[in-house]
């Protein structure tokens, strides 16, 4: 009688694992082909260096960051504006009717989403002054 229950509690015990085993392996392969980032329409990219408060240059045109200015990081955490100053990136990002940039993404410039997002304008070429 207890061989019997040994066994089939044996068997269940391996067939929860196999099955732990089985989800872990698929959730692990969702997260690497996660799925493209959208951003906004209106949205641009660039190099972004962020001076002292509320300055940012984006592809070498200044810019200013706007009242309650929102700045995510690559993985959608949001970065409090102390931590900015001196902080060089790849941007996507929104301006306000008044030109102010109110909304940044820190983004890896490699982003395979930043293939749809349309460049900044630039004034970093020869004779810019």
Known sequence: ?????????MRSASFRLGLAMLL????AGMAQAQLQRLFPSGSLKGMASFGSWPDITINCVPYTLGPGVRVLDAEQRVVLTGQLPGLESAVVFLRDASGSVFRVWLVSPKDPSLATVPNAASNCGFGAG
């Open 1 to 9: 009688m207890n061989r019997v229950l040994r066994t089939n509690s």
């Open 24 to 27: 872990c392996w698929m959730s």
